[in-house]
């Protein structure tokens, strides 16, 4: 089992980069591309509130949890 992150797909829907997002959501590029490739830990709750609120969408837009066996797609 696991957790994808689509954070990339909802970036390119609104049309907001790496840099820009990092700054408005106040995390380091760096931190916000290990989300964005889905190597993160863990996610803080204020952190996924910001990116929900800078990218006007639900955490389930941005977190989908994947059973062992299953496509992501």
Known sequence: ??????????????KVGAGE?????GITP???SILKNSKA??????????????LNCQPGDLLQYV???ESNE
Request: proline share 0%; with cysteine; glycine share 2%.
């Open 67 to 69: 059973a062992d066996g």
């Open 21 to 25: 997002l990092a700054s408005r959501v």
């Open 30 to 32: 760096a931190n916000l």
């Open 41 to 54: 830990k863990a996610i803080r709750f204020s952190t996924l509130e910001a990116l929900c609120r800078e």
């Open 1 to 14: 089992m696991s957790i994808n992150v689509s954070l990339d797909v909802m970036m390119a829907i609104r």
